[in-house]
């Protein structure tokens, strides 16, 4: 195996086309159903062994927090821990996706870390220990480490990937992301969540079959559900009021994770991306964050 001095690893947003969520467990966490996939558009961390006794984050974006909290150093100290080894590591991040956006930006960079370490390091740790290490840094992290097209189930543990013939239909499909000039803070929208669970839980098993189904014949917009839509709505009212517009005017179009990014499916009603671009920026105002990608 070739062991590197340097590595660069594509950091990939991820968005839900299905979030489904139950209830609360004993332990606090939801228990929830999502259908997760990778996006094309993502963050770029770059990681080094560093000849030091601390890790050292840089980040592209001043506004990122690069202490001991951020997710990358949080997966720097697991991950050293695991190993019983004293080794130091530098990131640098690129940082394009938007913090508090339900993309999985910082999972995403945590398991981006775990992986680069892993391979800097001639992999000392198999893939099931990354994945519990993983699981440790986050709800949303272990989806990561294949990126795959995948059924997530339990609080965010349980990765079950779909079958080739649906991800080969799945990958290349256009989707354009867009962010109003807010954040919503994941653990609030749970919190809020429960405060009405008995509108907001879906308790009944999501029929994935039908689903899948739904996949295989082309026809998206079968999945878009989220569970958190109305709840993060209520307080956030710009995003209903715009997810109404598009919907009205035929686009395929739902919110990501707890928000507050919302994605638009342009090609599965044939809307076209800049009609769609003209009513977000319309509704949200010129300076709104605005990707046009595809899943990978
Ligand atoms: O796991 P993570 O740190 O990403 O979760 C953020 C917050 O969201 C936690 O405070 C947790 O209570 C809540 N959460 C939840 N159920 C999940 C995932 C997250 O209640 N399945």
């Known amino acids: 195996m070739q062991v590197f001095d340097e590595i660069t ?10 979030l489904s969520v139950h209830g609360r467990r004993p332990d606090g966490f939801h228990e929830l159903t999502s259908l997760m996939v990778a996006l094309k558009f993502g963050d770029t961390l770059t990681v080094r062994i560093r000849n030091a006794n601390e890790d050292v984050l840089r980040c592209s974006d ?17 991950f050293r ?9 530098e990131f640098h991040l690129e940082k394009r996706i938007p913090m508090g956006a339900g993309l ?7 398991v981006a870390a775990l992986k680069g370490m892993n391979q800097l390091l001639g992999e000392p740790l198999n893939k099931e ?42 990958q290349g499909v256009p ?11 994941t653990a609030w929208a749970f919190q809020h969540l429960a405060a009405n669970a008995s509108e907001n839980y879906r308790p009944e098993p999501v029929d994935t079959k039908g689903l899948e189904d739904s996949i295989q014949a082309g026809v ?19 995003l209903p ?27 599965s009603r044939s809307v076209a991306p800049k009609q769609i671009k003209e009513i977000v920026v319309d509704g949200w105002g010129e300076e709104v964050f605005w990707v046009e990608t595809s899943i990978c």
């Open 81 to 89: 821990e695991r190993l019983e080894r004293s080794v130091y590591f």
């Open 9 to 18: 690893i594509h950091s990939p947003a991820k968005v839900n086309l299905m």
């Open 104 to 110: 999985g930006g910082g999972s995403g960079n945590a």
């Open 62 to 78: 001043p506004a990122v927090p690069s202490g001991a909290e951020n997710l990358v150093l949080r997966a720097a100290s697991a």
């Open 241 to 267: 009021t715009l997810l109404d517009q598009l919907r009205n005017a035929g686009v395929a179009c739902m919110m990501s994770g707890s928000g507050s990014s919302c994605f638009a499916l342009p090609e």
């Open 175 to 185: 989707l354009m992301l867009f962010k109003p000039n807010f954040a919503v803070n």
């Open 129 to 170: 220990t990354l994945h519990e290490l993983a699981a440790k840094l986050g709800s949303d992290c272990p989806f990561f480490i294949d990126a795959k097209p995948a059924w997530i189930c339990g609080r965010g543990e349980r990765i079950e990937p779909l079958n080739a013939s649906l991800c080969e239909q799945l």
């Open 220 to 238: 998206l917009d079968n999945l878009l559900y989220n569970s958190f839509e109305a709840t993060v709505g209520k307080k956030y009212v710009a």
